[in-house]
């Protein structure tokens, strides 16, 4: 099962705000609004940040929002902050033999 | 408070058996609906899923490493082992438990992680 393809960096400065691409196939990201997004530190555990597509849990920052379109979702973060620095994986369910695909991760570096 | 804490070994030969224990809190698998799950990231690659447990023992395998592992639970000790066989350097790789419920499609608290080295 092929990752999902995400940029392996993007940086920005402080109060900027930043996109990071996750493009899957119509088996997963496109066909599915079951899109998720973690943030994780050096030497932590993934957390969650986005689930199904758009909605943030219960403590994530309204600084953090998703999106889809067809194979693409999206994670957006404005107003970026130092804290944000970190490692962002999305992932998918799909329709083939496993039950999630994950990308390969892009690393946010705040300037 | 959810908690997740893998254990095991640092370092295994090749051609050995991996175990991996998944030690949580704040929750229960005898609860309806409750699963629990390993995901593993290879240095520099991505995360890859490898084996979910569901509360009344339902189990699901990763396709490509379906005959090398297996996943049980043990509820009186809140813990889920995971089972490797036939370890080989490309199994070199950070393991993560966490926990999905089942009307959920993503992984919602996940453990910190235990590093293992295959090598001789």
């Known amino acids: 099962q092929s990752a999902l393809t995400q940029p392996a960096s993007v940086s920005g400065s402080p109060g900027q705000s930043i996109t990071i691409s996750c493009t899957g196939t119509?088996?997963?990201?496109?066909?599915?609004?079951?899109v998720s997004w973690y943030q994780q530190h050096p030497g932590k555990a993934p957390k969650l940040m986005i689930y199904d597509v758009s909605n943030r849990p219960s403590g994530v920052s309204n600084r953090f929002s998703g999106s889809k379109s067809g194979n693409t979702a999206s994670l957006t973060i404005s107003g970026l902050q130092a804290e944000d620095e970190a490692d962002y994986y999305c992932?998918?369910?799909?329709?083939?033999?496993?039950?999630?695909?994950f990308g390969g991760g892009t690393k946010l570096t705040v300037l | 408070q959810i908690t997740l804490k893998e254990s095991g070994p640092t370092l295994v030969k090749p051609t050995q058996t991996l175990t991996l224990t998944c030690t949580f809190s704040?929750?229960?698998?005898?609860?309806?609906?409750?699963?629990v799950g390993w995901v593993r990231q290879p240095p520099g690659k991505a995360l890859e899923w490898l084996a979910l447990?569901?509360?009344?023992?339902?189990?699901r395998y990763s396709p490509s490493l379906k005959s090398r592992v297996t996943i049980t639970k043990d509820t009186s000790k809140n813990q889920v082992v995971l089972t490797m066989t036939d370890m080989d350097p490309v199994d070199t790789a950070t393991y993560y438990c966490a926990r999905r419920l089942v009307l959920n499609y993503y992984m919602d608290v996940w453990g910190n992680g235990t590093t293992v080295t295959v090598s001789s």
């Open positions: 992932s998918s369910y799909t329709s083939s033999s496993v039950p999630w695909v």
């Open positions: 704040g929750f229960s698998l005898r609860t309806n609906g409750v699963g």
């Open positions: 447990i569901y509360w009344d023992d339902d189990k």
């Open positions: 119509s088996s997963d990201v496109g066909g599915f609004n079951y």
